[in-house]
């Protein structure tokens, strides 16, 4: 079998299995350790030096054999991720248990790296844009820096679960979260941070409309993964270079996803 082929063979599976994960969701924990399995799995899939290796050898023109593979892999992995992060609030909320998969373990110490050169301080105002059920980056930064956070999610239940955790782990610290949309929040002119989640979709038609809502100084962490890791998180985008400029691109070879800083600015970066 080729090269192609074979990733196809590799990758398929996921697919059908994230699937299944995505709609088996009922609000209990039923799947629960299933489903972390098969995301470490697959996380570890995506970091895998042969595996690296194997997709970076391939052509330009079985890149775009795979798109659709990795289109429906990406969207469905982000389903099953906002799922393992329900499981891992309902885990804590119903029995005092705080877990650690490797998935979150990788996601945890991304976190100290996220801002570069452009630390966050106790004077900061954080906006994280795809919250999550376990807000684990409001409650890290708030705990490390004492910076106020400010967390938005378009799922409902994720907004739920996320403050009755903030209230378990984190009761005293400056964290508000909303579901809400960035045109709707009081405070974006206040803004000296956002992030941006990996697994939000129109991360980049967002940034564009930040762009009018937020003061000259705003530095944006855009997640992100390019190449492999694009099967689990969405890639880098041009953007309009009269507005965000590329000040940064913190590559994170161990991780599933990296990070790209934009500032306002009319310089670009080359990807
Ligand atoms: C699972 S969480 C965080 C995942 C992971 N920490 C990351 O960096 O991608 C991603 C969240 O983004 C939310 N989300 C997706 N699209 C969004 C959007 N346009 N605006 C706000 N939240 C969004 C999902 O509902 C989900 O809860």
Same mark, same amino acid.
């Given at each position: ?148 956070? *400010? ?68 530095? *944006? ?51």
């Amino acid at each position: 079998m080729n090269a192609i082929g074979q990733i196809q063979d590799d990758l398929k599976p996921f697919r059908e299995k994230f699937g299944e994960f995505a709609s088996l969701y009922d609000r209990t924990l039923l799947n629960s350790s299933e489903l972390e399995l098969l995301l470490d799995t697959y996380s570890s899939f995506i970091i895998d030096e042969d595996n690296k290796k194997r997709w970076e050898q391939l052509e330009q023109r079985e890149w775009s054999e795979l798109d659709p593979l990795v289109d429906e892999l990406r969207e469905q992995s982000a389903r099953c991720v906002a799922v393992l992060e329900k499981y891992r609030a309902l885990r804590l909320l119903e029995n005092g248990e705080i877990d650690i998969a490797d998935y979150f373990k990788n996601i945890e110490s991304c976190i100290e790296k996220e801002f570069g050169h452009f630390q966050v301080t106790a004077d900061s105002k954080v906006l994280l844009v795809g919250s999550g059920a376990f807000p684990m980056t409001p409650l890290l930064i708030a705990k490390k820096t004492g910076a106020e956070v *400010v967390g938005i999610d378009i799922d409902e239940e994720a907004i739920d679960l996320g403050r009755k955790v903030i209230s378990k782990l984190g009761p005293d610290l400056s964290i508000r979260l909303e579901n809400t949309f960035v045109e709707n929040l009081d405070c974006t002119k206040e803004l000296t941070h956002i992030i941006f989640s990996s697994t939000v979709a129109s991360k980049y038609d967002i940034l564009e409309q930040l762009y009018d809502l937020t003061e000259e100084h705003v530095v *944006v962490a855009m997640r992100f993964g390019n190449q492999l890791k694009s099967i689990f998180n969405y890639p880098l985008q041009k953007v309009n270079t009269n507005k965000w400029r590329m000040v940064e691109q913190i590559l994170q070879p161990t991780q599933v996803f990296d990070i790209a800083l934009y500032q306002k600015g009319n310089q670009s970066f080359d990807l």
